[in-house]
């Protein structure tokens, strides 16, 4: 998909500006699916269901537009336990996934557990952790697809920190075919900023049962948020437009890509 075309998809809406939260997340998931071509016929969908505002809106939303898609799908979520931090309110995420027709499953994993002897526990150690779960159980269930809940400035800020960390070109890609499993990672929230998110989650009433981790967002993270925000002035045009640059050179980078990062 072009720059040009990536951009006027997203930008050309200009209702959604006086639309409200859910109508605004409920069109961005609707166009980023179609266009990204992230869902198909028959697919069966996993939800990586952490309890946090962005996989619950992405549940509620992957629900919601099942009538604009046309698409028949399955959807299930799981939640991934760890033994190091609980704030989730299991019994609300349990009864909102089943209020959206979604079935539910807990799954404790002895994240902090497997840490070897002088090892310290870090973010990148409960994602790489997470995520063998996940495929372990996406696969054992007969799901081919697992759905992430990361949005617009998540990938913005994962090609910044590859490019200055790495020295590498990469970003989230919102379409990852696996290569040794037959299962692949879909981001249905690729098009919607954090903020709109939120805003969401509030309107829904998503954010009183909704939880983040202890150890919150990591440092490099946290200093390519600022330093992004520094040069845009936090503009959603600004980020749109590097969101559709990432999407229009030889190599699109919102497509299967050689590396990832979390």
């Not at 500006?17 to 969908?45: F, Y």
């Not at 990469?170 to 805003?199: D, V």
Request: proline share 3%; with cysteine; net charge positive.
């Amino acid at each position: 998909m072009s720059a040009q075309s990536l951009q006027a998809g997203v930008m050309s809406n200009r209702f959604l500006r006086r639309a409200g939260p859910g109508t605004v997340v409920q069109k961005l998931t609707t166009k980023a699916v179609l266009e990204r071509k992230l869902i198909s016929e028959g697919d069966r969908i996993l939800i990586a269901a952490s309890g946090g505002k962005d996989s619950t809106v992405m549940a509620w939303a992957l629900s919601a537009v099942r009538p604009a898609l046309k698409i028949n799908y399955e959807l299930a979520a799981l939640h991934l336990a760890n033994d190091f931090y609980s704030c989730c309110n299991i019994p609300a995420l349990s009864g909102r996934m089943e209020e959206w027709g979604i079935p539910f499953t807990y799954l404790p994993v002895p994240v902090m557990g497997r840490l070897k002897e002088g090892r310290k526990m870090n973010c990148y150690w409960c994602s790489t952790q997470r995520r063998t779960e996940l495929i372990r159980y996406a696969m054992d269930n007969g799901f081919n697809k697992i759905a992430l809940g990361h949005h617009l400035d998540d990938i913005i800020e994962t090609f910044f920190m590859n490019m200055t960390g790495k020295g590498i070109l990469s970003a989230m890609p919102m379409f990852l075919a696996y290569r040794k499993y037959p299962l692949s990672l879909i981001r249905p929230l690729g098009y919607l900023e954090e903020q709109q998110i939120i805003a969401c989650a509030e309107e829904k009433d998503i954010l009183k049962s909704s939880c983040s981790c202890a150890y919150g967002i990591n440092s490099v993270r946290r200093d390519i948020r600022k330093r992004i925000a520094a040069f845009t002035g936090n503009s959603s045009s600004e980020k749109r437009r590097i969101l559709a640059a990432l999407s229009g050179a030889e190599v699109d980078f919102l497509e299967d890509c050689s590396y990832e990062t979390d």
